[in-house]
Nanobody, 126 residues
Framework: QVQLVESGGGLVQAGGSLRLSCAAS????????MGWFRQAPGKEREFVAA????????YYADSVKGRFTISRDNAKNTVDLQMNSLVPEDTAVYYC???????????????????WGQGTQVTVSS
């Protein structure tokens, strides 16, 4: 059974930083792409960042490019999201997700992910 457990959320002032972490278990972690998504109140869930199985390629939403960095440690079965220069618009519940299969068409689409964490709240105050 796949489990994804996020940590690291919290309250931060605009301009500050947070680091989210996701610990995975239940599958061969190094075989699957990982992603981060977020959902703000009253809005649909949106793509934030993704990383391929090897870590060699990463993808970002335009809204976070240059501020957020996704990374993974296949030895520890973890994927992190370093968030810098946070703005109030980054406020949301952040979800870690694992690709449903090894063959992905688009890592930006939430339908490609078969497993999700419970989410962690990030609140950025102005």
């Amino acid at each position: 059974q796949v489990q994804l457990v996020e940590s690291g959320g919290g309250l931060v002032q605009a301009g500050g930083s947070l680091r989210l972490s996701c610990a995975a278990s239940g599958r061969t972690f190094s075989s699957y792409a990982m992603g981060w998504f977020r959902q703000a109140p009253g809005k649909e869930r949106e793509f934030v960042a993704a990383i391929v199985w090897s870590g060699a390629m990463t993808y970002y939403a335009d809204s976070v490019k240059g501020r957020f960095t996704i990374s993974r440690d296949n030895a520890k079965n973890t994927v992190d999201l370093q968030m810098n220069s946070l703005v109030p618009e980054d406020t949301a519940v952040y979800y870690c997700a694992q690709a449903g299969s090894r063959y992905i068409i688009s890592l930006r689409k939430d339908s490609e992910y078969g497993y999700w964490g419970q989410g962690t709240q990030v609140t950025v105050s102005s």
